[in-house]
Protein backbone atom coordinates (compact mmCIF):
# COMPACT_ATOMS: atom_id res chain seq x y z
CA UNK A 1 0.00 0.00 0.00
CA UNK A 2 1.07 3.77 -0.68
CA UNK A 3 2.04 5.45 2.02
CA UNK A 4 2.91 9.29 2.61
CA UNK A 5 4.29 11.34 4.97
CA UNK A 6 4.46 15.22 5.19
CA UNK A 7 7.59 16.79 7.39
CA UNK A 8 8.97 20.53 7.91
CA UNK A 9 5.86 22.22 9.03
CA UNK A 10 6.10 24.85 12.01
CA UNK A 11 5.60 28.48 12.90
CA UNK A 12 6.96 30.75 10.56
CA UNK A 13 6.88 34.75 10.79
CA UNK A 14 5.41 36.63 7.68
CA UNK A 15 7.89 36.75 5.01
CA UNK A 16 9.60 33.88 6.00
CA UNK A 17 10.42 30.47 3.92
CA UNK A 18 9.78 27.03 4.35
CA UNK A 19 10.00 23.86 2.79
CA UNK A 20 7.70 20.93 3.15
CA UNK A 21 8.93 17.37 2.30
CA UNK A 22 6.65 14.40 1.30
CA UNK A 23 8.34 11.30 1.43
CA UNK A 24 6.65 8.24 -0.16
CA UNK A 25 6.71 4.52 0.07
CA UNK A 26 5.09 1.15 -0.89
CA UNK A 27 5.37 1.57 -4.05
CA UNK A 28 7.24 3.49 -6.72
CA UNK A 29 6.83 7.31 -6.95
CA UNK A 30 6.76 7.14 -10.73
CA UNK A 31 3.02 5.56 -10.43
CA UNK A 32 1.61 8.84 -9.19
CA UNK A 33 0.59 12.03 -9.41
CA UNK A 34 1.53 13.96 -6.23
CA UNK A 35 -0.61 17.19 -5.02
CA UNK A 36 -0.33 19.73 -2.78
CA UNK A 37 -3.34 20.98 -0.31
CA UNK A 38 -4.20 22.60 2.38
CA UNK A 39 -6.57 24.01 5.13
CA UNK A 40 -7.35 26.75 7.21
CA UNK A 41 -9.61 26.27 9.97
CA UNK A 42 -13.55 27.16 9.22
CA UNK A 43 -12.32 26.71 5.37
CA UNK A 44 -12.96 24.11 2.57
CA UNK A 45 -9.44 22.11 1.13
CA UNK A 46 -8.02 23.40 -1.30
CA UNK A 47 -5.23 22.56 -3.94
CA UNK A 48 -1.66 24.34 -4.24
CA UNK A 49 -0.12 22.45 -6.48
CA UNK A 50 0.29 18.78 -8.39
CA UNK A 51 3.26 17.37 -10.39
CA UNK A 52 3.20 14.78 -13.12
CA UNK A 53 4.69 11.32 -12.63
CA UNK A 54 7.06 11.94 -14.55
CA UNK A 55 8.14 15.29 -13.27
CA UNK A 56 8.26 17.36 -15.91
CA UNK A 57 4.58 18.86 -15.52
CA UNK A 58 3.21 21.26 -12.57
CA UNK A 59 0.22 22.90 -12.18
CA UNK A 60 -0.81 25.68 -9.66
CA UNK A 61 -3.38 27.28 -8.25
CA UNK A 62 -4.14 30.98 -9.39
CA UNK A 63 -3.21 32.35 -5.96
CA UNK A 64 0.24 31.05 -5.85
CA UNK A 65 1.45 34.21 -7.94
CA UNK A 66 4.51 32.63 -8.14
CA UNK A 67 5.62 32.19 -4.10
CA UNK A 68 5.11 28.25 -4.36
CA UNK A 69 7.47 25.85 -6.06
CA UNK A 70 6.70 22.27 -6.62
CA UNK A 71 9.31 19.74 -6.85
CA UNK A 72 10.33 16.15 -6.90
CA UNK A 73 13.50 13.83 -6.35
CA UNK A 74 12.83 10.24 -7.71
CA UNK A 75 16.12 8.96 -5.82
CA UNK A 76 14.55 10.25 -2.37
CA UNK A 77 11.16 9.18 -3.79
CA UNK A 78 10.06 12.57 -2.30
CA UNK A 79 8.32 15.54 -3.54
CA UNK A 80 8.59 19.18 -1.70
CA UNK A 81 6.42 22.44 -1.75
CA UNK A 82 8.86 25.16 -1.08
CA UNK A 83 7.44 28.68 -0.15
CA UNK A 84 8.70 32.41 0.19
CA UNK A 85 7.39 35.68 1.27
CA UNK A 86 4.66 33.43 3.38
CA UNK A 87 1.99 35.14 4.72
CA UNK A 88 -0.68 34.97 7.67
CA UNK A 89 -3.01 33.80 5.39
CA UNK A 90 -0.41 30.81 4.43
CA UNK A 91 -1.65 29.25 7.80
CA UNK A 92 -3.50 25.65 7.06
CA UNK A 93 -2.60 22.24 7.31
CA UNK A 94 -0.77 20.92 4.41
CA UNK A 95 -1.33 17.98 2.86
CA UNK A 96 0.30 15.78 0.17
CA UNK A 97 -1.50 13.34 -1.57
CA UNK A 98 -1.38 10.75 -4.95
CA UNK A 99 -3.22 10.06 -7.26
CA UNK A 100 -2.08 7.09 -10.35
CA UNK A 101 -0.86 9.01 -13.41
CA UNK A 102 -3.10 10.70 -15.66
CA UNK A 103 -0.40 10.37 -18.27
CA UNK A 104 -0.97 13.90 -18.64
CA UNK A 105 -0.92 17.32 -16.98
CA UNK A 106 -1.80 16.84 -13.62
CA UNK A 107 -4.77 18.48 -12.62
CA UNK A 108 -5.79 19.60 -8.51
CA UNK A 109 -9.49 19.13 -9.14
CA UNK A 110 -8.67 15.22 -9.48
CA UNK A 111 -10.07 13.30 -6.89
CA UNK A 112 -6.96 11.79 -4.63
CA UNK A 113 -6.53 8.47 -3.85
CA UNK A 114 -3.95 8.48 -0.86
CA UNK A 115 -3.09 10.87 1.57
CA UNK A 116 -0.67 12.04 4.11
CA UNK A 117 -1.65 12.58 8.05
CA UNK A 118 -0.83 16.45 7.21
CA UNK A 119 1.85 19.09 8.60
CA UNK A 120 0.83 22.38 10.60
CA UNK A 121 2.05 25.80 9.39
CA UNK A 122 1.43 28.74 11.47
CA UNK A 123 2.51 32.12 9.80
CA UNK A 124 2.31 34.61 12.49
CA UNK A 125 4.81 37.20 14.96
Known amino acids: QLQLVESGGGLVQPGGSLRLSCVVS????????IGWFRQAPGKEREGVAC????????NYAHFVKGRFTISRDSAKSSVYLSVINMEPEDTAVYYC??????????????????WGQGTQVTVSS
Open 51 to 58: VSSGGGME
Open 26 to 33: GSPLHYYD
Open 97 to 114: AAIQRLYKICELESEYTY
